[in-house]
């Protein structure tokens, strides 16, 4: 199982990225994106599950929009008016069960998000 994120970059306060993430070897029922800025704990970002119920931090509601497409097995984060603070490695994540209930995840490597003030 592979997840291969990309679209981080650098890019001015108010400005958009969107970032992907393509999964290989298996679909997974729920998938997202945390973020882990320096000297901080990883948080969550926002989520998504196969059916297309999301989920969202407080810091990014009505800026930033997740969503999948489940053909290609790949999630999207269109991040709008960025500021400063969303500075950080994104990191996909993919979750799921096994048959017997037991869940199991994989991260992405990360993409940097570096917003310029």
């Known amino acids: 199982v592979q997840l291969q994120a990309s679209g981080g970059g650098l890019v001015q306060a108010g400005g958009s990225l969107r970032l992907s993430c393509a999964a290989s070897?298996?679909?997974?029922?729920?998938m997202g994106w945390y973020r882990q800025a320096p000297g901080k704990q990883r948080d969550l970002v926002a989520t998504?599950?196969?059916?297309?119920?999301?989920t969202y931090a407080d810091s990014v509601k009505a800026r930033f929009t997740i969503s999948r497409d489940n053909a290609k097995n790949t999630v999207y984060l269109q991040m709008n008016s960025l500021k400063p603070e969303d500075t950080a490695v994104y990191y996909c994540n993919a979750q799921s069960k096994t048959l017997l209930g037991r869940p199991y995840e994989y991260w992405g490597q990360g993409t940097l998000v570096t917003v310029s003030s």
């Open positions: 998504i599950t196969s059916g297309g119920v999301t």
């Open positions: 070897g298996r679909v997974f029922s729920l």
